[in-house]
């Protein structure tokens, strides 16, 4: 099948470096190939089972799930994402990587197979050093608005004013780390499928520069609303299996993710409200 399913690059993970500054989870700088390629590249990796994973945001491989969904979904509306896959770990490469750092390599050897990995950009910044003390352009503020609208769309609670997830290059707003949409910790509010909380949209971290700026919040959550069946189909087959915790976590929340149609307009008021 050809579509969204083909942009899940497929690498194989030939050294592990050390693990990436910041993230609650541990992310991991590696080196691999990708498949299609025999140049090696630098990647980040997020491991099934990382290290302090207990008691943060990751719920097991369900969070890898999540990744994958939204960073295809983010593609297929036009936001933008750092290129993404699916890498291998080799059982033999697990248990020589990390000598110095035990939990890292016992994490290592619990993830051996299938892991989520994301492209290095270079010469970008975080979201607040751009912001801070500047007046953003028109174009930023335009792309700012769509990533609100695409965290709304997921249920994105992780992209506040203390932890922006969010890389800036000119103009350009690359979203990274979605380990926590589609409401993965509540299983109550995937069933309910609400519109998105007030909360989440006070603390975003794009709000400070769209308030009262006068953009709509209308050309994202129409894409998202016009998305066809097909998409949500395609983007639930190219999730391994093997990253289910539990039976039908890849459904429920490629489910949730489709049903996020069903509030376009509670979504729309809401954001119009809260950023007015």
């Known amino acids: 099948m050809m579509g969204l399913e083909s942009q899940v690059r497929r690498y194989v993970c030939r050294r592990v470096y050390k693990p990436m500054d910041g993230g609650s989870t541990s992310p991991l700088l590696v080196q691999a190939n990708d498949r ?26 369900t969070s890898l799930i999540a990744e994958l969904v939204a960073s295809l979904l983010a593609r297929a509306v036009g ?31 619990e993830s051996v197979g299938e892991n989520f990995a994301s492209a290095l950009i270079g010469q970008v910044e975080p979201w607040m050093d751009v912001t801070f003390g500047r007046r953003p ?8 608005n769509a990533v609100l609208q695409f965290d709304a769309s997921i249920w994105n609670a ?14 350009d707003l690359y979203c990274i780390d979605h380990s926590m949409s589609f ?8 069933v309910a499928c609400p519109p ?5 949209v006070e603390r975003h971290c794009t709000r400070p520069v769209l308030l009262r700026s006068g953009v709509s919040p209308d050309c994202l959550l129409k894409k998202w609303f016009d998305l066809p069946g097909q998409v949500f189909d395609e983007v639930e ?17 490629v489910e949730f993710a489709r049903r996020r149609r069903d509030v376009f307009a ?7 409200r809260v950023v007015s």
Not at 196 to 200: H, K, P, R, S, T
């Open 36 to 61: 299609e390629k025999t140049v090696p590249i630098k990647l980040v990796m997020k491991l099934r089972h990382p290290p302090n994973g207990e008691g943060t945001s990751h719920v097991g491989s």
């Open 79 to 109: 936001v933008m994402v750092p290129d993404f896959g699916v890498i291998e770990l080799s059982e033999e490469l697990a248990g020589v990587s990390a000598p110095e750092e035990p939990e890292i390599r016992v994490a290592l050897k």
């Open 137 to 144: 352009s028109g174009g930023l503020k335009d792309n700012a």
């Open 158 to 171: 992780d992209r506040g004013v203390d932890t922006t997830n969010l890389l800036v290059d000119g103009e």
């Open 183 to 190: 409401a993965v910790r509540d299983q109550a509010t995937q």
């Open 196 to 200: 998105i909380q007030d909360g989440i």
């Open 237 to 253: 087959q190219a999730v391994p299996t093997a990253w289910e915790t539990t039976p039908g976590d890849n459904a429920r929340i």
């Open 266 to 272: 509670e979504n729309r008021a809401k954001l119009v």
